[in-house]
């Protein structure tokens, strides 16, 4: 609701101020919803969480000291970098993003770029990068979406109604910007496999690793 409430306020506001302050004032009322929901769910579950989070950190640590003992050359690393693989291979596709399959893009974009960081390997900033840069600006795009189902909802002026135009055009343009960069790092840092065959190579190294198979089962 803040990240909503900011964007909101970036809007130009001449000749809409009630349809302004009707959209906020609903905002507010459901952060303080929220909020209250929130606080109730910490008072009432927090020990359980608590407890199910340190269970949960025993387990993983179990999991990788069986690992490493089964094979002793399947470390942690090659353990992230071949689930790297598959999530960069999965980049790949659908073949044409729009409108219905960009935000579900972004979570892939968003796991890769959440498993690249556990690696912490050098030469990797700049596509670390890339990747925050497309899942800020999907994101972004996918905010003002919400606000535009909001305000049609709440909002009694249908296709009249100015600010929902102005949410729109701000929706269009964010989209515009969040394809054209998600399209460039597709090109330039995920090939086809046309291209791979030739002189392209992809960020994410595919020399053949025979310990792939159990990489991703423990993955």
């Not at 892939?108 to 960081?117: I, T, W």
């Not at 030469?123 to 919400?146: A, N, P, R, T, Y």
């Not at 291209?195 to 198979?213: M, N, R, S, Y």
């Amino acid at each position: 609701m803040d990240v909503l409430t900011a964007h909101i306020l970036t809007v130009n506001q001449t000749g809409e101020q009630d349809c302004l302050v009707q959209l906020l004032e609903h905002l507010g009322a459901k952060r303080n919803k929220s909020t209250k929901k929130l606080r109730h769910i910490i008072a009432t579950d927090s020990p359980q969480l608590r407890r199910n989070l340190k269970r949960n950190a025993k387990r993983v640590e179990k999991l990788l000291k069986e690992a490493e003992s089964n094979r002793p050359d399947l470390d942690a690393m090659r353990v992230i970098m071949a689930k790297a693989k598959t999530l960069s291979s999965e980049l790949k596709s659908p073949a044409r993003l729009n409108r219905r399959n960009l935000h579900p893009y972004r979570l892939k974009v968003k796991e890769l770029r959440d498993v690249l960081q556990l690696s912490n390997r050098p030469g990797d900033e700049e596509f670390l990068e890339k990747l925050g840069e497309v899942k800020d600006s999907i994101g972004e795009w996918h905010d003002w979406e919400e606000l535009i189902a909001i305000a049609s909802q709440l909002l009694d002026h249908g296709t009249s109604c100015e600010l929902i135009k102005r949410l729109k055009d701000t929706s269009n343009s964010k989209y515009g910007r969040a394809l054209s960069l998600t399209n460039n790092l597709r090109s330039n840092y995920l090939p086809s496999r046309t291209q791979e065959q030739g002189t392209a190579q992809t960020t994410i190294p595919t020399e053949p690793d025979p310990g792939l198979a159990e990489s991703r089962a423990i993955a």
